[in-house]
């Protein structure tokens, strides 16, 4: 082979590996401003704000992870918490977090949430729980369990948990692996899990297996595809496509490695029967957390793009999708270097945020 040759076919090789590792880790745009949208303040005073739901008249539920859930009315003012949630335990990662509206709620006024749920043995070890009720004015009523991980934990790690209504009103439930990582590729457990919840809450199942740590859930607009983002180990946040069945790795595949010691985990990167994710970050982490898909015309040219909230990077990622494919990603509101834990569209179409903080806030993006 002539070095003519020999030059050539490294060349291509390069391009080649290049190519291969722009669409793992697609290119990312990122200034220290906040790109021409202003954060406005609506609400302030909350104490590590986990999740925001818009209720019908505009007001929103807002939980706190120290165990307590709001309603904030439109001019900002909290109402006092909430009576008639069951106990929630506090450790780590675990509180209260996640809530959402059923989808008849006008007509049945239910919400379901998730908790940190404590043992009847050892009020110390903690499990993932979804519970619903009746939101009754300034209480909730009937309060039920509807799904729990029997598995109990006093480790303060990897709760999940987001919740997402489908089309057909069934509720996914995103669950971690609360440190116990073989756990997720284990079908007798509902560590490291998505499980489906049938219309009515009268039946469970286990949709997919192996995951970490999901932190958001959404469904795509006009698709009906479920969208998942879950926290990785040191390197290894994922953004996935969820599909019924299939297995997502971890702990057997992952592109994260160890963060005390930067060790490999599991087999590798890939492997035959393990569903890939659609993206990944590293060498670092972003934290992925709360997400929304973009459906209004307020923020012109980003319509049906994803918006991710970063605790780690703290930022507002805009990712914007072409079929399965990640083909363009932006770090907005960089200037505003707050930990963004929940991500919603508001009825007036503007994107809300939660800030994760001792004094947390309610943000509306306008541009």
Known sequence: MSNRTRNAVVAAVVVAFAAAAIW????????????????????????????????????????????????????????????????????????????????????????????????????????????????????????????????????????????????????????????????????????????????????????????????????????????????????????NLIRRGLNYGWPVVTHGTEYDTGATIGEGTAKPGIEPPVAWWGPKSIAPSGMAFLTSARYPGWEGQLFVGCLRLRSLLRIRLEGGRVIEQQHLLTGLSERIRDVRQGPDGWLYLLTDSPDGRVLRVER
């Open 24 to 239: 793992a880790v697609p290119k990312v745009l990122r200034r220290l401003d906040n790109q021409g949208l202003r954060a406005v303040t609506v609400a302030r005073g909350l104490q590590h704000p986990w999740a925001l739901a818009f209720l019908p008249d505009g007001r929103m539920l807002v939980t706190e992870r120290p165990g307590r859930m709001r309603i904030v009315a439109p001019d900002g003012a909290l109402s006092a918490p909430l009576e008639g949630l069951p106990p929630v335990g506090v450790n780590g990662e675990g509180g209260l977090m996640d809530v959402a509206l059923d989808p008849q709620f006008a007509a049945n006024g239910l919400i379901y949430w998730t908790f940190a749920e404590p043992s009847p043995a050892d009020a110390s070890k903690l499990g993932t729980a979804v519970a619903r009720g009746r939101l009754d004015g300034q209480r909730i009523v009937g309060a039920e369990v509807i799904l729990r991980q029997q598995e109990k934990s006093d480790n303060g790690l990897h709760f999940g948990s987001r919740l997402a209504f489908a089309p057909d009103g069934a509720l996914l439930v995103g669950l971690g692996d609360r440190g116990e990582r073989n756990a997720a590729q284990d079908k007798a457990s509902l560590l490291g899990k998505l499980v489906r919840i049938a219309p009515g809450g009268a039946r469970a199942e286990i949709w997919t297996l192996g995951h970490r740590n999901i932190q958001s859930l959404a469904f795509r607009p006009g698709s009906g595809e479920l969208w998942a983002l879950e926290h990785g180990p040191q390197g290894g946040d994922e953004l």
